[in-house]
């Protein structure tokens, strides 16, 4: 099969509409551009995501996007030698902007479409500027999951865990609602967290010692919402902070809670195969918290151990992953066959 040098990537499975142009020079692969417009702003004001309003804001974004991406490529569509979108997960809605728009694309300019698992996608942020070996565990943090695989190769990989409740994004964004503060919850936590105490709070760390790869964080939801039940209450404020400072206390001590739990399995699983490089990835990766402790134990027990965390803007959903994961994962389908698939999972692809 011909080797594509060239991808279009469409990413449209949530509240982003993202395409990107990626080269694969042979020795790694570069970004030609990467273009996110994103509705969370829209979606800030309802408190969350409302699958409907994301979907209308793709169908608005996805041209323009898609234009904007090949404009800052200096790329017309004869220079693509494939397109690569995400089939799934996310939601339907959302999904089927951009895969109906690749398979139009695609047999319009008659080029390979090659479709891409979100999940697996967001991974291949890693290769991005780097070239990352195998084998490797895998700590996939996003709005929507929390997995830890064993990558053994390209599209290669075990599935040892993952949560049995909330993911770690959506324990950041539940917590973070409970708080009153706005969506996504991530970001503003981490950066409240960044004047907070993080022993200000004993917040539970579920399955820190379980026998196992997975992972609970629906517990800590419900610690917070107690702490917060109680400030209302006007239970357990002291004289000695202010509304303020509790808060970032607060914030400190949910990112604390958090980051210990995915540090811990993650070198567990490390230490259990016996690998030398971890890839982290998705939204949560963007954390610099979790990246330093991540660093700081790597160091400190494993020092053999190489830790590939992508830059926060490659972390959080685009669609230069989405084309990145295509070139080492080519498999070209009949567009006329593909089906955007909401509900696909990691164990979907999985295969050692
Ligand atoms: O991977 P992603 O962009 O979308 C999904 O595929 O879900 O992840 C979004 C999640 C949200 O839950 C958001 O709150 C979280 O990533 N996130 C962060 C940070 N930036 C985004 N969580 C913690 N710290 C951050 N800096
Ligand atoms: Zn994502």
Not at 236 to 261: C, F, P, W, Y
Request: aromatic fraction near 6%.
């Amino acid at each position: 099969m011909h080797k594509p040098q060239i991808i279009l990537g469409i990413e449209t499975s949530c509240d982003e509409t993202a395409a990107a142009v990626v080269q694969n020079t042979g020795h790694g692969v570069q970004m030609l551009s990467n273009v996110v417009a994103s509705s969370a702003s829209v979606q800030a004001k309802y408190g969350g995501i409302i699958p409907e309003q994301a979907a209308r804001e793709q169908l608005k974004s996805i041209i323009p996007v898609v234009e904007e991406s090949l404009r800052q490529a200096q790329c017309k569509s004869d220079d693509l030698d494939a397109i690569a979108v995400t089939e799934g997960p996310g939601l339907i809605g959302s999904l089927l902007v951009g895969v109906e728009t690749a398979k139009v694309l695609s047999t319009v300019w008659q080029k390979p479409l090659v479709p891409v698992n979100h999940l697996i996608g967001h991974f291949y942020a890693n290769w991005i500027g780097s070239i990352p070996t195998f084998p490797a565990v895998g700590l996939l943090v996003s709005g929507g999951h929390t997995d830890l695989v064993l990558f053994t190769g390209h599209g290669r990989f075990k599935y040892l865990g993952g949560t049995r409740d909330d993911a770690a994004g959506e324990a950041f964004d539940k917590t973070a609602r409970l708080l009153g503060l706005p969506y996504p919850g991530g970001p503003v936590i981490s950066k409240l967290a960044e004047k907070g105490n993080p022993q200000a709070f004993k917040l539970p760390r579920p399955m820190i010692d379980s026998d196992d790869f997975d992972f609970s964080f629906s517990g800590l939801k419900t610690a917070v919402a107690s702490v917060v039940n109680k400030w209302e209450l006007g239970v357990g404020s002291s004289k000695t902070t202010n509304n303020e400072q509790r808060t970032q206390n607060l914030a400190a001590s949910i990112e604390a809670a958090i980051i210990d739990v995915l540090a811990a399995k993650t070198i567990k699983a490390v230490q259990t195969y016996k690998v030398d490089q971890i890839l982290v990835a998705g939204g949560v990766a963007a954390n610099q918290q979790l990246a330093e402790t991540l660093h700081s134990v790597v160091q400190k027990n494993l020092s053999h151990v190489k830790l590939f965390i992508p830059p926060p803007y490659l972390c959080t959903d685009n669609a230069a992953y989405i084309a990145t994961a295509a070139f080492f994962n080519y498999h070209p389908v009949n567009p006329l066959n593909l089906q955007a698939n909401p509900n696909l999972s990691l164990q979907h692809n999985s295969c050692v």
